[in-house]
């Protein structure tokens, strides 16, 4: 288990964390998301040790992380442009690897080699994006981590390396128990394989869940009138996003769906269908509801 | 503490350091070979055979490439540091940073030395096949000292790198540090030339051999014949340097904000200390080097162009730190602040007469011993030749309190000399003028005379002053003609017999050089010195400089401190000096008498009626050059105007016998008296002129008025004089 209490870190005079407080279980797989410069990118270099926290305390499984080779073994982080020593082979990386990770196996790596067709000793900086990312991903696997920290990974795969990706670390966690987070802006990946999610905006974790409860507290709404209305008769709502099409409205609002439309209902609409809602919709209605991207 | 120093080496990560840079140990490994074995070689092809020298070159080489490899290979282990993306890998493996920090410092050190350890080998071993008598310790003391202190020349390096955020501003800083104690220095010693009257250090290479590691490791390896300070001390100093900034690094590598790698700086205070110190010493250096260049002594307006000058130097340092022009007034006042500072205490260091420095004279009960370096136009105690002094090494230090005395009044008079002609307005090139203080002829003390002073106080603090001073303003010191400091430079093979492997010139002329008898296989050598040195000893200044008695004979003396290292000096003895005649005379020989001499000899008659005549007044058998004719000549004297012209006679040979009762050498005339010139073959020391000069004691005044009649007066000036002596 992944736990921060507190966890607050400044660059200089700008505070990018803000007293964090934040749970992952063992053998989830939890999706970070967050506007750009939010902080993700940060709170995977603290929880894997790269960076320290300014105040607050990381721990997995009860342990510090910081400087704690002990701990940093069954943590693998693999940031968003993968590290190759320079001028190396995979080979050479994975001799690399394999001095500071004992767990690194070297049947998973052969599996793993299987499946994405990278040439294991010609030069990396010869590679395309992608072939560089597979790369990174192929050892991240091999190591065999307890904890596995993605930052935005996925983005530069094409689809059927994503999808054997997915399948791949949901193979292991179903295995191993493995925690993965994962940090993206691609929404819909995250929907796919996480199973639980959280939001950081303005320094704080503001929101964070499984994906089904948090899908399920939010509402897309479509409702029509008869007559000519205003959309502030929605304002009882607290409505994260409102559009208006002629007499139709697209309402989109947290909580009961029950009492979100018996409420609606009262307003005598001609009528009133509920949409289905994505994640990334949610996302982007939330963060609008904060003011995020709103003036564009 | 204990935490501080626990670390692993991570024995995995350093074999795989080593394999991956195997490339660049085997070109720094080829690159030193062939600047070694292999130039050595080559010149064997050349030559056909073998030379010292050409190793010695090969094993400078290859520290050279040692010191460039210091430079480049922390670049290339260390590279991780500057680049974002590298350190969220390398920070993110499970070791701990101190264990990470410390494997990779081995590995460049391993690196590093490798390549050098191989080929210091091959070469060596290749040196020992084919030259003889190879000193084995002093080949292993070279190899410990490149060791020791690679070190301490990485740590900078590091410093610079855990400092900045990209690899150029890391190379930059990096060499910029090792710079810094060199132009301190620089700054120190132009400063001390331009402003500091007697400005001078007492080992000139001391400050860098403790501040420079580059200067050290050059220093120790090669400077075989340094005994002070301790050579090995010194790299017990560096060792304890280098280990200590490790850790001083490792700090830094600990808090260092990885997320400003890729940026110039990675620590804010980093680039404001180095570049606004570096700034400092550099105005200090130029304001001091511009006021010694302009000739103007201190002059104030000269400090523009300089000021200006690191205006530019420091505001390129800000474009390049800033990485543009947007911190352009922050710069500027930045420097306004460094360029105050730097005016000030340059200013208030001149006006205070450096704080003290100038004035200072210490009081002879704190001073243990005094060594003096003391050159005076006639070369009247002290030789100057290099060649000497390598082959007998002399190191004059008084310790007798009079002596001490005499050298600490001599620095009080050149003190109050130049207080009188207001030295801070000195150019340092203009003629001193000169009072004289005491009875001898002031145009002998217009000559200059180089004095060094270095006070060994009891405290164990050493004070060196250092001065050009007219002749006048240091006769005080010739009282210091009968010590064994003074014999030590006149006779450096009398006072060290034991030095001596042979003589290979060994006797004894009659008082005009006509005739030899040779001593080598009569007199016992050993003897022979210890005798004259007591008899030297036992003549006070009085009779030392002004000589009552005619010189018996002069002994030609060449000795030899190895096959190439010899010395020759003439030396005289006149009655006085009765151990050495009685020794002469136990041993069988007896002093060859006068014959023919090899020219006319000419005497130059001393004018009473013409003041402004020049004449000679100091003579030696020692000095670099007997006489300076024509600055002899006094224009501010009554006298014919006829500028450098003397009367002179021509004596027949069979009549010089009749002066032998009144000749000096090695005296100092009270007046103008008369000289004898004659020329002689024999090279007495490594003076360009065939020519001995004999001063003519006062008693023999009527005999050369009696000449003056007998034989024809010429008069002619002296160098046309000397071409007919020839």
């Known amino acids: 288990m992944i736990q921060l209490t507190s966890v607050s870190k400044s660059f200089e005079s700008k505070l990018v964390l803000d007293h964090i407080d934040w749970t992952v279980k063992k053998g989830s797989v939890f999706g970070l998301v967050g506007p750009n410069g939010a902080g993700k990118s940060t709170l995977l270099r603290i929880i894997s040790g790269v960076i320290k926290a300014d105040s607050g305390q990381v721990t997995v499984d009860g342990e510090f992380v910081y400087d704690e080779p002990m701990v940093k073994r069954r943590i693998l982080f693999l940031a968003d442009e993968p590290f190759f020593l320079h001028q190396s082979t995979l080979r050479e990386m994975k001799e690399f690897y394999k001095i500071f990770y004992p767990s690194f196996d070297e049947t998973m790596y052969s599996k793993l080699l299987n499946n994405f067709p990278i040439p294991e000793n010609e030069k990396i900086n010869t590679f395309s994006k992608g072939m560089k990312r597979q790369t990174g991903l192929i050892l991240a696997l091999s190591v065999n981590p307890d904890v596995l920290l993605l930052d935005e990974s996925f983005d530069g795969l094409d689809p059927v390396m994503r999808l054997t990706l997915k399948r791949f670390i949901s193979r292991e966690i179903l295995n191993r128990d493995m925690t993965v987070v994962i940090s993206s802006h691609n929404l819909r990946e995250l929907e796919d394989i996480c199973d639980q999610i959280a939001l950081i905006d303005n320094r704080k974790v503001v929101m964070s869940g499984d994906v089904d409860t948090i899908k399920g507290d939010f509402h897309k709404i479509q409702v029509g009138f008869s007559h000519d209305v205003n959309e502030d008769i929605f304002a009882f709502l607290n409505p994260l996003h409102v559009d208006k099409m002629g007499n139709v409205f697209m309402v989109v609002a947290k909580g009961e769906i029950e009492g979100i439309l018996e409420s609606i209902k009262k307003l005598n609409p001609a009528l009133v269908t509920e949409l289905p809602l994505n994640l990334e919709e949610i996302f982007v209605y939330e963060m609008e509801g904060r003011g995020y991207g709103k003036t564009i | ?726």
């Open chain 2, 1 to 726: 503490m204990a935490k501080l120093f626990s670390f692993r080496i991570n024995g995995a990560y350093l074999r795989f350091l080593l394999k991956r840079n195997s490339r660049f140990m085997i070109l720094t490994g080829i690159a030193m070979t062939v600047l070694f074995p292999i130039l050595a070689f080559t010149n064997y092809l050349i030559d056909g055979s073998y030379n010292q020298f050409v190793f010695t070159t090969g094993r400078v080489f290859i520290l050279i490439l040692l010191v460039l490899s210091i430079f480049i290979v922390p670049f290339l282990l260390f590279s991780y540091l500057n680049s974002k993306k590298n350190l969220d890998v390398y920070h993110a493996l499970p070791i701990k940073r101190r264990d990470l920090y410390f494997t990779t410092l081995l590995g460049a050190f391993a690196i590093i030395l490798i390549p050098y350890t191989l080929v210091f080998i091959i070469g060596n071993v290749y040196y020992f096949s084919v030259i003889p008598d190879v000193d084995t310790i002093l080949l292993i003391k070279q190899y410990y000292f490149s060791v020791a202190l690679t070190l301490s020349i990485v740590t900078p390096i590091l410093f610079a790198m855990m400092n900045t955020g990209t690899g150029v501003d890391g190379l930059l800083y990096g060499l910029l540090l090792h710079i810094i104690p060199s132009i301190l220095y620089g700054a120190y010693v132009t400063f001390g030339s331009a402003v500091l009257l007697g400005f001078s250090v007492a080992d000139p290479s001391l400050f860098l051999l403790y501040a420079s590691p580059i200067w050290a490791i050059f220093e120790l390896t090669f400077n075989t014949t340094r005994i002070f300070p301790n050579p090995m001390l010194i790299s017990l100093y560096w060792i304890a340097f280098g280990l200590i900034t490790s850790w001083v690094v490792l700090y830094f590598y600990q808090i260092r904000r990885s997320e400003k790698a890729e940026e110039p700086f990675t620590n804010k205070w980093f680039f404001p200390v180095i570049s606004s110190f570096f700034t400092f010493i550099v105005q200090f250096f130029l304001y001091s080097a511009f006021i010694t260049l302009s000739g103007r002594g201190l002059d104030f307006r000269t400090l523009i162009f300089p000021f200006f000058l690191t205006f530019v130097m420091y505001l390129i340092l800000d474009v390049i730190a800033n990485r543009g022009f947007k911190h352009l007034i922050r710069g500027i006042i930045n420097f306004a602040i460094i360029g105050a500072l730097s005016l000030g205490t340059f200013t208030f260091g001149t006006l205070f007469d450096g704080f003290g420095y100038i004035t200072r004279v210490p009081d002879a009960s704190n001073v243990e011993k005094v060594e003096l370096e003391y050159y005076d136009p006639y070369g009247y105690l002290y030789q100057s030749y290099y060649y000497d002094q390598t082959t007998f090494p002399v190191q004059t230090m008084y310790t007798d309190a009079e002596d001490i005395e005499t050298i600490i009044n001599t620095h009080k008079i050149i003190l109050e000399g130049f207080k009188a002609i207001d030295y801070k307005k000195w150019d340092g090139y203009t003629e001193l003028t000169s009072t004289p203080r005491t009875d001898l002829d002031s145009s002998l003390f217009q000559q200059s005379s180089n004095i060094r002073i270095v006070y060994y106080l009891n405290s164990g603090a050493k004070i060196a002053r250092s001065y050009t001073v007219p002749f006048g303003w240091t006769t005080d010191l010739l009282n210091l003609v009968n010590s064994e400091n003074v014999f030590k430079n006149r006779y450096p093979m009398l006072a060290n017999p034991d030095a001596v492997v042979r003589n290979t010139v060994f006797e004894i002329f009659d008082p005009l050089m006509s005739n030899a008898v040779t001593l080598s296989g009569k007199v016992n050598f050993k003897l022979f010195a210890s005798a004259y040195k007591s008899d030297y000893l036992s003549l006070n200044e009085q009779q030392h400089n002004q000589p009552d008695t005619p010189i018996l004979g002069i002994i030609n003396l060449t000795s030899c401190t190895s096959t190439d290292m010899c010395v020759t000096r003439g030396i005289p003895i006149d009655a006085r000096y009765t151990q050495t005649l009685s020794l002469l005379a136990s041993s069988g020989v007896t002093l060859p008498a006068l014959t023919t001499l090899e020219s006319i000899p000419f005497i130059i008659l001393p004018d009473a009626t013409n003041e402004k005549a020049p004449f000679f007044h100091i003579q030696s058998l020692f000095g670099n050059t007997d006489f300076y004719f024509q600055e002899y000549y006094d224009e501010s004297k009554p006298g014919p105007t006829e500028a450098g012209t003397v009367d002179y006679v021509e004596i027949p040979q069979e009549r010089i016998a009749e002066l032998l009762p009144y000749i000096r050498i090695n005296a100092i005339s009270k007046k103008a008296i008369g000289v004898l010139i004659v020329k002689t073959s024999v090279v007495l020391n490594e003076r360009n002129t065939p020519h001995i000069y004999y001063l003519l004691d006062e008693a023999a005044l009527p005999l050369l008025q009696q000449w003056r009649s007998e034989f024809e007066v010429k008069r002619d000036n002296f160098s046309n004089i000397l071409m007919k002596v020839e």
